[in-house]
C-alpha cells in the first residue's frame, strides 16, 4: 500500500512539473502613469503628431560659449585611453567640435527619416517610422521595432534603415521600421516618477505598435534595447514573432552553466564551447571579473547616484563628450585603450559621434537617461522577468569585440528556442552603429529562417 502510494506521489509530481514546464508563463505588466503630478482625468490623447529635430542660433552660441570656457588638463604621460579619455586628443576632437563640425547638417541628416511623437502613459514618446518605398509584388513589409541602448539612440540605426527598408538583393526581405527613443532618451519625454525600468519601457512600446496599426511584428535589440525586447516578448509571445539580440548577458546561472565555467576549459567539446569561446571566458579570473571591472565603474555609479555626476555633464558639453565617447573606444574594442586616439575613428566618423552627443546634449537627457541603470538595478537581482523563459524564436549575433562573451549554452538558458546563433566576423558592442550591413544581413537571415521552418 505505502509502495502504491509513492508511486503515485512521483507520477502525480512528474506530471504536474510536466505541465507547468509546458505552460507558457507571461511576464504581467499593469498600465503606470509617468506624467507629472495625478493621472489626468479622461480618454488617453492617441494623437500621432509629426515631429523634427530643430537647431537655433542661441543653441549653438551658448554650446560655443561652453566648449570655450573648458578647462583642459593634461593626462599622465604614455596612459592612452587606459585612465579614460586621452585629454590630448580629447582637445583634438573638440576642436573640431568648434570650428569643422556642421550640427544643421546633421539635424537635416537626422531629419531624411519621418520623425513622430505620441503620448503614452503620461509622456511623450518619440520614434522614427520608416516605411518602404517599393514593395516587391506578392509581398508585404516586415514590421521590425529597433531599440537601442546606453549611451546610444536612434541614431545607431541610421546606417541600417535603408538596408533594410530598401534592400539591394532582390531576394532580400523588405521592412518597415520603427526607431523609438527609449523614455528618457533623445527626444522622448523622461518619466517623472521614479521606478521606470525595462518592463515599463516595453510595456509603452506594446501600446506603441498596437497604436501604429500591428498586430504582430519582430524586434531587435542590443545594450538596453536586448533587455527591453526581451521583456516585450516575455510580455506578448503571440505578438512578438521573432526577437534578435546582439547582446544578451547570462541570465541567472544554473547548474549547467556553473558546470561549464569550472569545466569547460578541460571539456570544452562537452558545452559545445568553440575556440572563441574558450579565448573569451577561460582563465575566468582574468576575462570575467578584470575586464567586466575595468569597464563597468560608469554602471556602479549610475545605478546608485546618477543625479550627482548626471548633474556635472549636464552643465558640460565637453565633460559629456568625453563620458559618451570614452565607451565607443574602448567597448569597440578592448586595444583601443593602448591608442592614444582611442580608435575612435577606425570604426565611426566624428560627424557621427557627436551627433549622437549631441541629441543628448540638445535634448539634456544625460541625467534621465542615466537613472534607466538605477531603476533596473535598484530593484535587486531577482525581479519576475528574470525567473520567465523567452518562447518567442531567438536569433543571435555574437560580435567578437562585444563586452559580455555569451557563449551559445548560456543564451539557450534563457532563450529556449534559439533558431540562429551567428558568430560575427567583426564588431563591438555598438555593432549596429559600426557594422550596420552585418547586422542587416543576420536579422534577414534569421527572418528568413523562421519563414522557412514555419513553411516546412
Known sequence: MITEVLVAVVIGGLIYFLVQKSRTRILKTEDGWWG?????????DTTIYPFEVTTSEEE?????????????FASLEDSQFNYGFNSQYLQNVVS??????????????LNQYPHFKTNIEGIDIHYVHVKPKTIPEGTTAIPLIMVHGWPGSF??????????????????????????????????????KKGFDSVCAAHIFHKLMKRLGFQQFYAHGGDWGWLVTTNMAQMEPKIVKGLHLNFAPPSKPGLLMVLS?????????????????????FPCTEKLLVESIKESGYMHIQATKPDTVGRALNDSPV?????????????????????????LARKFSLDDLLTNVMIYWTSGCIISSMRFYKEN???????????????????????????MHTPKLWVKQKYSKLTTFTSMARGGHFAAMEEPQLMAQDINNFIKALQNKSKA
Open 377 to 403: 538595478f535598484g530593484k535587486g537581482l531577482n525581479q519576475p522577468h528574470e525567473k520567465i523563459p523567452v518562447y518567442v524564436p531567438t536569433g543571435f549575433a555574437s560580435f567578437p569585440n562585444e563586452l
Open 319 to 343: 565633460g559629456l563628450a568625453a563620458y559618451i565617447l570614452e565607451k565607443f573606444s574602448t567597448w569597440t574594442s578592448p586595444d583601443f585603450r593602448n591608442l592614444d586616439d582611442g580608435g
Open 155 to 192: 541614431f545607431e540605426f541610421y546606417g541600417m534603415i535603408p538596408l533594410l527598408t530598401e534592400p539591394s538583393d532582390p531576394d532580400g526581405l523588405v521592412f518597415e521600421v520603427v526607431c523609438p527613443s527609449i523614455p528618457g532618451y533623445g527626444f522622448s519625454q523622461a518619466p517623472h
Open 96 to 109: 573640431y567640435w568648434r570650428n569643422d563640425f556642421d550640427w544643421r547638417r546633421q539635424v537635416k541628416k
Open 36 to 44: 507629472s503630478g495625478a493621472p489626468q482625468d479622461g480618454s488617453e
Open 261 to 281: 565555467i569550472m569545466l569547460g576549459s578541460r571539456f570544452p567539446k562537452l558545452f559545445g564551447f568553440t575556440d572563441v569561446d574558450t579565448q573569451r571566458l
Open 60 to 72: 549653438l552660441e551658448d554650446l560655443h560659449r561652453r566648449i570655450d570656457q573648458t578647462r583642459p
